[in-house]
């Protein structure tokens, strides 16, 4: 299997961008088009379905050509329930389809047998070989439970070539309550961030990178500095940018000199935020592309990528 | 809604026990009477749903007047995709209607918005107040991403009358690597554990304890008993017993002298490890029973309870 690092890069370079659409179901934020068209003739379950997955579809169709990878976020489709699930699927299925990565954010992780099992679900199944209900190309992960809870998802990232981002340093403010104890002369995110990058050095790739990677929020530029330091061969994926405040100076940081290293993620900012949800599907269309084509150019200034 | 933590120990008082049961779906570990019973005129996935489905209730008719809670473990149902998560809402509702308690260990856990999402799917739906898609009593949550990530589900809990078990001190050998790292003149668990304490008290039930809990593996004794004296108000969801190694003299320390403050999971160690796989339901019935009694004599000889 190629090396998700590898496929992570080559994507990159082939859109000539750093930049990750999430892809948050919120049925409430979405524009008429998609929901009418999704409650004519249907039960109230298979409109839920049928909305976030067009929705995603249309979302992708504008912006399939400017982006490596998409990043579905589980818990806003989890909260829609077996629908929603259905729509994750339907949601991977078409990013795949169109030559994307799809970067599943789920934050999951437990124990031993527990945490292979959440690894047969995003992916690939260890028992039998076989694709992962989930099939996402990587996975969000928290690091809390320690180094042996993260071995099962490498050993899959191992087999079926697939990616994981282990929280570092998140963009909210409370990252600060236990991410930044101090544990000797340094703050814990160092700590883990040196043990992620240790338990990466399995699957590095020929272009330098690991199939590990950190999720290191853009709302803390000095923190991500440090780490980018700590972890030299971890790709950081960075939320945060756009509606929680991080801007392009603030990524610089994530990535290394030659332009590689960190993908930037925005959500709603890309996707949501309609000044008027009537919005035709052609305009919703060209209102995406032109954020993302936006988005891309200030972060490839400051990352010196694309 | 009535306080999660007065639920939690009325069920304790009226089954006489602290044990809970954890339900983990493992397709190959099944008896052969629920396989074939599951497969006969069904599709692959269909017979997935019910397998899965129809062992739970078996487990629950066998050991519901016995027990206050089950415990099933999200992992092992996403493992096998919408077959397995349709069958975990079949189990919760199975539970529920046996007048269990359902602590859904999920280990979920997002920053702002994504948080709220998860306490929609697992607790209750904020935006209109209508039931969680997969709707347990208790939901288990991870604390890496600070304070601010846990206000979304503590409201849930009071608004809902539901209950959240957060990680402090895990079972596993490599909960050492972040939780133990000195802070000062502490462990990094006795940060947590004091922050979830924090968090809890403003959802204090009538007998003194909080609806918000910690994870606390009953393979450490030592630190469970530092931690029963800095939560004195939370109850503790104790996994580790049985196949992982935790002896009934370890979860002492768990509990409070007047013999509340814990539950104790056992997952494997109940419902699987049988000798032979083609036992009949009769004698698979009778086996978990026999199980349960034996390690609520166990636990509540150590406890003080019951």
Sequence with gaps: MENFGD???AAIDAKRSSCVVGL???MDWMPTFV???ARAGRSNDEATRAAISSFHCSVIDAAHDLIPAVKPQVAFYE???IPGMLAL???IQYARSRNLLVIIDAKRNDIGTTAQAYANAFLGNASDGSAAAFDGDALTVTPYLGGDSLLPFVEACERFGK?????VKTSNAGSRDFQDVMVGDGPL???????VDSIGQKVIGSRGYSSVGAVVGATFPAEAKELRRLMPHSVFLVPGYGAQGGKASDVAACFHPDGHGAVVNSSR????ELADLSISETKFQALVRERVVRMAEEVNAVSRAG
């Design 89 to 91: 699927i339907d949601t």
């Design 24 to 26: 948050d179901p919120r």
């Design 35 to 37: 929901m009418d068209a």
């Design 189 to 195: 995110y160092s700590v883990v961030g040196k043990l």
């Design 163 to 167: 990616g994981l981002f282990v929280l």
């Design 79 to 81: 909260q829609y329930g």
């Design 269 to 272: 900012g890309i996707t949501y």
């Design 7 to 9: 496929r992570l890069l």
